[in-house]
């Protein structure tokens, strides 16, 4: 078995707010494998995009800051890690891709010299080699007429373009893993369709590892091989991403699963209700209790759920759920 | 070719909004009692009636309203803003006498403000909760709170009076003996307290307004990816940041250009300034038509000319400026 | 049961000015010619790409963007050239869901005021009776009494769209146009949503006109679907034989391009990428609007625009390519 | 889920109106607190100050210029005699007026030319905002001089003066907000409600645009009162009334002489606009959601 | 200590002049830099008594009819051209044509040249102040070669920049608002003068600034300053001399003007009653700080026709309020009338017009300070009789007849400001005034003013306060600053810089 290219053990998370000290990521441990694609899915605020800020080294200055744990890179411990040292892995070994194509890109500078700019700071290009490479990776994104597009500002491109052109920063270093935190939430169907097709294709022809943020369980069907989902900044399942929507452990996977009306490839006049998941995410003063932070939304609550948090139960394939009543689903 | 029209377009409108400058103070001088002779006879230290009709003949003001004021079009259509009462000269070249005076004053207090401001907001956004921050606040609060008449009679007390760094009034001494750098370094000295005066209200807005743009801008996503890119801070600062910053100080230093005309009356008037400002005062007391109406007239130039210089500033900074409205 | 919403040749176009205050004017054709039928009680969908003109037709529909061309009739009555108390009485008929529940809520009012506008502007009522009305609907969308006093700001996305359904519904309208309801909730509080609208059309007989983008959400909720491309309605057909049987190749497109965690489904459709962007919606090409991007256009698809017709019961279709076998061109 | 154990009751949130939220907020902003106080105390010496002191401004009291402390009188006299004291409790009154009327108008006219721009568009936009533009080209303070020096220097001529010359920027605001909000779904919403153009603009649009215009208003008073002393300083001004800027103005001939007549005045304009400065930035903060929802 | 050539003279005038040329424009602004620029045919020392300047010599026939002026040979124009007697001539009938002072040269019929350096003035009366009217600015002598080009004199091109003048020194450069630079004229026909190589005049407008210039050596002379305080202050400082020398001709009194034509101020007795109510004594120490002489009549006191004696107006209140009462306005609720005072739109009014209001009070006239914010709206209300009463200034020019008629003549009653702004008329007072312009004789003229002097004080259509304290200042280091009765509004070649 090989050795996991990133490894994050117990990881925690604290976020300053007004009402005090929320832990946001509370005990996070995963690994990624070389050429892996694994998926983090969960509620909006349930503390995804943390996660891949703290692997960055980027939590928001003076609010957020890694409690405990370890976030290992190659065994390199990157909580630890000097700020130039990060500096160096930052877009270098590892990329990353945003949410919002739209505000994601700086406005004022050409697209070319913002892809350039990565690699005359990792790879000590000359100008003039790092706008050619510019160009071809504007090439290997498929945007049409790289060489000229190269000067065009963002503005001038349509959203999914401008994803094209976050993707082609991100890879410029070939990076061994790529961080992309929704990155088709703000674009159409189709416009996705390209997007994860060329991830995929991307993937197939360097071999990096993708962590993949969303919330569209169809999309972690499609591009990753397991998935982690997240609930009120804890982990609530993690495993192979088949079995998981085939058979969840956890009852919020199973909502979440449930809730959403997929698109079926076979249409009946017959249509149920939705499942639903009552209430809402617990807000971030009530992160960190010590009980089950679903119970109060689930329906196989039992005292236990309520008094403990709940252990982490192993099950086959490497499928972990944190319930009290994993085994019994 | 649309940009074409357009600037046309824009530039038609610009005379047209001078023009109603115009008519509009023209009408409003007209309106109130007296006229120039008046006070071209207490300069003579008084005269009598024949004199002062004789004035007026002179000048046209004994034709009906509408007369002078078509006279008046007439000549600014042609060029010409007409001859000043009261000094005896050209309009034009009267102004054009006094403009550099307040075209010195006004662009190195701004220029000072925004270099000032931006650094220092700059600074203090980097660090919000710093003691610079606090002091940029402060500092800010201070140069907008103050009269700026007083801070110019409190600096004349301090640098020309107690210690005497600066001199006290006017633009140069015509007595110093030397060569063009000589005369310059005259100029700068006497430049200093007239210029950190009228910069200090501007400063305060400057540096306001880029401390919070910048704390915006260092917490927008490009920013988050170009640190993400592992850039070193002062790319992501000075590079990424700023730029994008600077947008809104240009357009507020754009906006300023009408106050910073008014502003440079006081000022001027507290340090025997030889600018518009006085120019401006003097001509309102004296009543002098013509130098008031050129007044307004090249301020309203100098706002319009400064607007397309903003305009052409945020066109560098921003890219996207020429895309949009 | 005869048609409730009639739509005709409905166009809307708005004036855009490009290169400044005194550029030159021209037109874009948000809605461009569209037709469409809406039963008592039914639910069609509109979908389509971001800025296809799902919401300038809702929002003509609603008389609240003024149509270009077209009518719009309800009950036969076409409410586009109404004024004064005729068109507050369409009003009354007509109610919208907005798609976004952070903004389609004044947040200097409180929750009841806000479900109570309607009534203040749109009827005649006393006071003690809006004031139990408001009650009542604060019931049925689930939300408790005590929160009619609360802002807006005070509630979650979920509690603030059910606030925005109970304003819709307050004149008890027969025909409410929901735009996007749900893509800005989170999945568990969409489940909640979708449910809830279902469940009130069953309770008041409500007409839907349903626009979303998303075909999983469509799927579930709607009984006859209009597809939209740049303007124009490419496909309308019921919601099995839209599903079951895409005619128009945008429309298999975009059936395609859907993820899905049907493995089945996965399995068994073949992705179709069509390449690139819409066009330039001011200077439409001026044959089939999806000519550039389709796989399989042909010289004609870019010369003339194809008509929308019925190649099968129910299922109209504007493409040259399909024929009264009706088969998609992709298949 | 019947046999679920019984949760905890979920706390019901207090119905609280906005601007009890951002009195909260603003409570927690302790140099504007500070201002506000001081600011307070102002007004109400401008108020009662000049009753209670009871010397008549006016009145040469003493030998002039003798300095603050010395021979009882607080802050000293001036070139005439005058008790000092008593100016600036009297100069107090004029220049708050002043600011609070002419910020008033400018308002008033801003707002009312701001909102039919931003809500109407079209040409009724591009008309107002030429005139506007017409307006902002003119030289602010040269154009008051103008009108003053033109109309005479009564009090409500300087404060339609101010007035005139300074509501751009709050036309310019309102117009901004009014096209933001306007695209907003909730006006939408207001206008499937049925509700009219009127009720649009000044019942839904309006008091969701107040936040910056309160914001800019309280500055404006601030500019306001230092555009008064400008007038004042360059002899603008109604010899019957005494403002700040006035006693700067006629005692600036004497600052070789006592430093203190200008000086105090000045420190008094300086204090009460430092003092609006900061209460108009403390609204700024409480006001502002986005600050709000942290 | 002996006068020595060379320096440069920095010194300050307080506002731009609007023309340089004397001939056509009166005032102090445009004295300073005018009577450096031209000559003019006398010139007076500090006792009033006439000295040669272009004219050598002079005669006055019998009748006092011709004037006749004896030219200096050599004197020539900044650009070389002889100063000849058609010069004079031609100076004299632009002067009448465009001199504000219509009655300096009113008498002058004819100019006659019966050769280059003689000139006979013909009067159609005697006119005994022609002398003091061809000294100081008041006559200029301006080259008819330049001024005689059919353009508009008074608009001339000439008159501000390329200055042809006949005086000492000779333009360098006018900037407005900046500074005037002269520069000695190397042809000027006096030998050996001017001392000076060069006059910087600044135009500083504050005087703040000024003082504070003149503290710190910016400044080496400074003429016309009247700010009391900064008088006494500067007084005091080591290295700087102070004179009230030098104003004696231009004559500047302080007064308050009186509109008798209307409301309650037609009465002589509410009139006097003023006079009483008004401390003088407050004014002259507590305003003007010692720096200022009482003036009591229209003639400026340092003028040989000042009559001390008149009719003075103690401070007296019970007086004031008897009088007041007799005149038929009693006090109710501490009140009588309501009157306006115009606060003049000059600096350095606003302390003597805030004080007589506040002592105005103190007898029940309520007195509201109007201000008008620029000189025309003032200039018309006192042109057309619209006010009650102002506070301002007015100069003499010499002699009574340039300056002091224009206030009292019956047939000059609202003409304009500076004329007979308070409608006064009196018959008697016609008649002094007319015969002492014509009066020769010293001694017989002075008879007549006096008892013109005592009319108008027991009238009271104005209330003269003082003279204005204008002041030379000047550094040790300037030797020979100008004391002449003209002050700086006659050539200062004599004045010159000490090492
Ligand atoms: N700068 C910040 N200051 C304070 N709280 C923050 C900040 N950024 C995020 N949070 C809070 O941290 C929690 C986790 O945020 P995070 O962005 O990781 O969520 P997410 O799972 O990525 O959600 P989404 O799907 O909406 O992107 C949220 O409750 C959020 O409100
Ligand atoms: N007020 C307006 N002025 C000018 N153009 C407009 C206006 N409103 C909409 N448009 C344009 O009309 C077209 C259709 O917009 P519309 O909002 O109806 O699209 P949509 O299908 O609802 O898109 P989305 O899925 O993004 O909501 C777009 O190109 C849009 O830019
Ligand atoms: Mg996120
Ligand atoms: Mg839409």
């Not at chain 1, 994860?196 to 294709?201: G, V, Y």
């Not at chain 2, 803003?81 to 550099?100: A, D, K, M």
């Not at chain 3, 309605?233 to 190749?249: C, G, K, M, W």
């Not at chain 5, 202050?233 to 302080?254: A, C, E, F, M, W």
């Amino acid at each position: 078995m090989t050795e996991p290219l990133l490894k994050v053990e117990n990881l925690r998370i604290e976020l300053k707010t007004r009402g005090g000290v929320a832990p946001v990521i509370d005990d996070l441990s995963f690994d990624l494998m070389p050429g892996e694609n694994i998926s983090f899915v969960g509620e909006s605020g349930c503390g995804k995009s943390m996660t891949a800020l703290a692997i960055m080294g980027l939590l928001p200055e003076g609010i957020g800051r890694v409690a405990s744990g370890r976030i290992l890179l190659d065994g390199e411990d990157l909580t630890t890690a000097s700020e130039s040292r990060l500096r160096d892995i930052r877009g270098n070994e590892i990329g990353m891709i945003f949410q919002e194509p739209m505000t994601s890109l700086n406005p004022v500078f050409t697209v070319g010299e913002q892809i350039a700019e990565v690699l005359r700071a990792h790879q000590g290009l000359s100008a003039k080699a790092a706008w050619d490479q510019a160009v071809a990776l504007l090439d290997a994104v498929r945007i049409p007429n790289p060489k000229s597009r190269a000067s065009a500002y963002p503005f001038q491109m349509s959203g999914g373009q401008r994803q094209r052109v976050m993707i082609a920063m991100a890879l410029a270093c070939k990076p061994k893993i790529l961080i992309a935190d929704e990155p088709t939430t703000a674009l159409d169907v189709t416009v996705q369709a390209q997007i994860f097709d060329l991830l995929r294709d991307l993937r197939a022809q360097t071999g990096t590892s993708i962590i993949l943020i969303t919330h569209d369980m169809g999309a972690v069907a499609e591009m990753a091989e397991r998935m982690i989902v997240m609930y009120a900044g804890r982990k609530a399942e993690i495993g192979p991403v088949e079995q998981i929507i085939d058979h969840a452990r956890h009852p919020y996977t199973r909502g979440l699963i449930s809730c959403v009306p997929h698109i079926l490839s076979t249409v009946t006049e017959e249509r149920h209700d939705l499942t639903e998941v009552p209430g809402i995410v617990p807000s971030l003063r009530d992160f960190g209790q010590n009980r089950c932070l679903f119970a109060s939304r689930c329906s196989h609550r039992t005292q236990e759920c309520l008094d403990q948090r709940p252990p982490a139960k192993v099950f086959a394939n490497g499928q972990i759920a944190d319930c009290w009543h994993a085994e019994a689903m | 070719m649309d940009q074409l029209r357009s600037t046309l377009i824009r530039l038609a409108y610009a005379v047209i909004l001078l023009l109603a400058v115009l008519v509009l103070n023209f009408t409003m001088l007209h309106l109130a009692p007296g006229d120039v002779a008046d006070t071209i006879a207490q300069s003579m230290g008084g005269a009598d009636e024949t004199i002062l009709n004789r004035i007026r003949a002179d000048y046209g003001l004994d034709q009906p309203f509408l007369v002078q004021l078509g006279r008046y079009i007439f000549r600014v259509l042609h060029f010409d803003l007409g001859y000043s009462f009261f000094y005896n000269q050209p309009v034009t070249s009267l102004i054009l006498e006094r403009l550099p005076a307040t075209l010195l004053l006004v662009l190195s207090a701004q220029i000072l403000a925004l270099l000032v401001g931006v650094v220092l907001g700059v600074f203090s956004a980097r660090r919000p909760n710093g003691i610079l921050s606090h002091f940029v606040t402060f500092f800010a609060l201070f140069g907008y709170s103050a009269p700026v008449f007083w801070t110019g009679i409190l600096l004349l007390i301090a640098f020309s009076l107690k210690i005497q760094w600066f001199p006290v009034a006017g633009m140069q001494d015509v007595t110093i003996e030397g060569g063009f750098f000589a005369h310059a370094l005259d100029i700068a000295r006497h430049l200093v307290l007239p210029m950190i005066t009228l910069a200090s209200i501007f400063l305060a807005l400057y540096s306001r307004l880029a401390r919070a743009t910048m704390m915006e801008v260092l917490g927008s996503d490009y920013v988050r990816t170009a640190k993400a890119k592992g850039l070193t801070m002062r790319d992501v600062v000075y590079k990424h940041a700023l730029k994008n910053a600077l947008s809104p100080v240009i357009t507020l230093a754009g906006l300023q250009f009408s106050a910073v005309v008014s502003g440079a009356v006081l000022v001027e008037t507290v340090f025997s300034w030889p600018g518009l400002g006085t120019l401006a005062f003097q001509s309102i007391i004296a009543r002098d038509t013509p130098t008031i109406l050129g007044i307004l007239f090249f301020s309203a130039l100098v706002v319009i000319v400064g607007n397309i210089l903003t305009d052409l500033a945020l066109r560098l900074v921003d890219p996207r400026i020429g895309g949009r409205r | 049961m005869g048609d409730l919403l009639n739509v005709e040749n409905l166009s809307v176009r708005f004036e855009v000015k490009r290169g400044g205050a005194f550029g030159k004017k021209s037109y874009l054709q948000a809605v461009d010619d569209i037709s469409f039928a809406l039963k008592q009680g039914e639910t069609l969908a509109i979908v389509g790409e971001s800025g296809s003109g799902k919401t300038t037709a809702a929002l003509a529909v609603a008389r609240l963007v003024n149509a270009w061309r077209g009518k719009v009739m309800l009950d036969g009555q076409d409410i586009l050239p109404l004024e004064g108390a005729a068109l507050l009485k369409a009003r009354r008929r007509v109610q919208f869901i907005f798609q976004d529940p952070y903004s389609s809520l004044n947040p200097r009012q409180r929750a009841e005021a806000i479900v109570k506008e309607p009534l203040d502007s749109l009827s005649d009522k006393p006071e003690a009776e809006k004031q139990e009305i408001v009650a009542r609907l604060f019931k049925a969308v689930g939300l408790r009494p005590e929160q009619q006093r609360l802002f807006p700001h005070q509630f979650s996305g979920g509690q603030r769209q059910r606030i925005g359904i109970a304003r819709a519904l307050a004149t008890q309208p027969e025909l409410i146009i929901c735009d996007e309801p749900v893509s800005a909730l989170d999945v568990a509080v969409q489940a909640q949503i979708l449910n809830l609208l279902r469940r009130l059309q069953k309770e008041f007989g409500l007409t839907y006109l349903f626009i979303s983008h998303d075909l999983g959400v469509v799927q579930h909720m709607s009984d006859s679907i209009a597809v939209m491309y740049m303007g124009k309605i490419v496909e309308h057909a019921d919601r099995i034989s839209l599903f079951s049987n895409p005619l128009h190749p945008y429309t298999v497109a975009l059936l395609s391009a859907v993820p899905s965690v049907d493995k089945t489904r996965r399995a068994a459709t073949k992705r179709i990428l069509i390449p690139g962007d819409p066009p330039d919606p001011i200077n439409p090409p001026k044959g089939c609007r999806f000519a550039t991007r389709c796989p399989v256009a042909q010289e004609r698809c870019r010369e003339t625009p194809p008509p929308l017709r019925e190649v099968r019961p129910g299922h109209r279709i504007a493409c040259h390519l399909v024929d009264e076998s009706a088969v998609s061109p992709l298949a | 889920m019947s046999d679920a154990p019984a949760l905890p009751e979920e706390t019901v949130e207090k119905a609280r109106p906005p601007i009890a939220e951002a009195w909260e907020m603003f409570r927690k902003n302790h140099a504007a607190v500070a201002a506000l106080i001081v600011l307070i105390l102002i007004v109400l010496a401008a108020i009662f100050g000049p009753a209670l002191y009871g010397t008549d401004p006016f009145d040469m009291v003493w030998a002039p210029f003798s300095p603050p402390g010395a021979d009882g009188f607080l802050l000293g006299t001036d070139y005439l005699g005058r008790d000092l004291t008593a100016l600036i409790l009297s100069g107090a009154r004029v220049s708050l007026v002043i600011g609070l009327a002419a910020a008033l108008v400018s308002v008033f006219i801003g707002v009312t030319v701001g909102a039919l721009a931003g809500f109407y568009r079209g040409v009724v936009e591009e008309v107002l905002m030429r005139i506007t533009e017409f307006f902002q080209v003119l030289p602010t303070l040269l154009f008051s001089m103008v009108i003053v020096a033109l109309f005479g220097a009564s009090l409500p001529m300087i404060t339609f003066a101010i007035g005139v010359v300074s509501w751009t920027a709050v036309a310019r605001i309102t117009r901004g907000e009014f096209l933001r909000i306007r695209e907003l779904e909730y006006v939408t919403a207001s206008r499937a409600s049925g509700a009219s153009n009127l009720k649009l603009m000044f019942k839904v649009i309006l008091p969701n645009a107040l936040t910056p215009i309160i914001v800019q208003s309280a500055l404006m008073v601030g500019g306001a009162i230092l555009f008064e002393a400008g007038l004042s300083f360059l002899g603008l001004t109604d010899p019957n009334v005494v403002s700040w800027g006035q006693i700067i103005g006629s005692n600036r001939t004497y600052i070789l002489e006592s430093p203190f007549t200008v000086t105090i005045p000045g420190l008094a304009i300086f204090i009460t606009v430092l003092a609006i400065s900061l209460v108009g930035d403390g609204l700024n903060d409480a006001l502002n959601p986005k600050l709000r929802l942290r | 200590d002996e006068p020595k050539r060379g320096g440069t003279l920095v010194t300050v005038i307080t506002s731009t002049p609007r023309v340089l040329n004397p001939a056509v424009q009166s005032g102090i602004a445009t004295g300073f830099p005018g009577a450096q620029l031209f000559a003019s045919p006398l010139r007076y020392d500090d006792s009033w008594t006439p000295q040669p300047y272009l004219a050598k010599s002079w005669e006055v026939s019998e009748d006092g009819l011709h004037v006749t002026l004896h030219l200096v040979e050599n004197a020539t124009f900044h650009d070389g051209h002889p100063i000849t007697s058609e010069d004079v001539a031609f100076s004299v009938d632009i002067i009448k044509e465009y001199h504000p002072f219509k009655s300096m040269f009113a008498p002058v019929t004819s100019v006659d040249t019966p050769d280059e350096h003689t000139a006979v003035i013909n009067l159609s009366k005697p006119h005994p102040a022609l002398m003091l009217a061809m000294s100081g600015q008041l006559m200029s002598i301006i080259p008819k070669h330049i001024y005689g080009d059919g353009q508009d004199p008074k608009n001339h091109p000439r008159n501000n920049v390329d200055v042809v003048g006949s005086g000492p020194f000779k333009l360098v450069e006018f900037k407005n608002g900046e500074h005037i630079i002269l520069e000695r004229y190397d042809g000027f026909f006096m030998e050996g003068r001017p001392y000076l190589d060069k006059i910087v005049m600044r135009i500083m407008p504050d005087s703040s600034a000024r003082a504070i210039a003149l503290e710190n050596g910016e400044l080496m002379l400074a003429a016309f300053e009247a700010e009391p305080t900064l008088i006494q202050r500067l007084s005091k400082v080591k290295g700087l001399n102070i004179t009230n020398k030098g104003y004696g001709g231009i004559g500047p009194i302080d007064w308050l003007a009186i509109n008798t034509t209307r409301g309650p101020l037609k009465e002589v007795k509410v009139r006097q009653a003023i006079a009483y109510a008004i401390d003088k004594d407050f004014i002259l120490k507590a305003i003007l700080r010692g720096t200022a002489t009482e003036a009591k009549t229209g003639i400026h006191p340092d003028s040989p026709l000042y009559d001390a004696d008149v009719n003075n107006y103690p401070f007296d209140l019970d007086k004031a309020n008897a009088l007041l009462d007799e005149a038929g306005f009693p006090m109710k609720d501490g009140k009588r009338f309501d009157i306006t005072l115009e606060l003049a739109p000059f600096p350095g009014y606003k302390p003597a017009t805030e004080y007589i209001k506040q002592a105005l009070s103190k007898v029940g006239i309520n007195v509201t300070i109007h201000s008008s914010a620029d000189f025309p709206s003032w200039a018309k209300l006192m042109g057309t009789l619209d006010y009650d009463m102002s506070l301002d200034s007015v100069y003499n020019w010499g002699d009574p007849v340039i300056g002091v008629n224009r206030t009292y003549m019956s047939d000059n009653i609202g003409k304009g400001v500076w004329s007979n702004t308070q409608g006064y008329s009196n018959a008697r007072v016609d008649e002094l005034l007319a015969e002492a312009g014509t009066e020769n004789d010293p001694e017989k003229r002075k008879a007549l003013y006096k008892e013109f002097q005592e009319i108008v004080a027991e009238e009271v259509p104005i209330y003269f306060l003082n003279a204005v304290p204008m002041h030379t200042i000047y550094s040790d280091k300037v030797g020979n600053p100008p004391m002449g009765i003209w002050g700086t509004s006659s050539p200062i070649d004599m004045t010159y810089l000490k090492d």
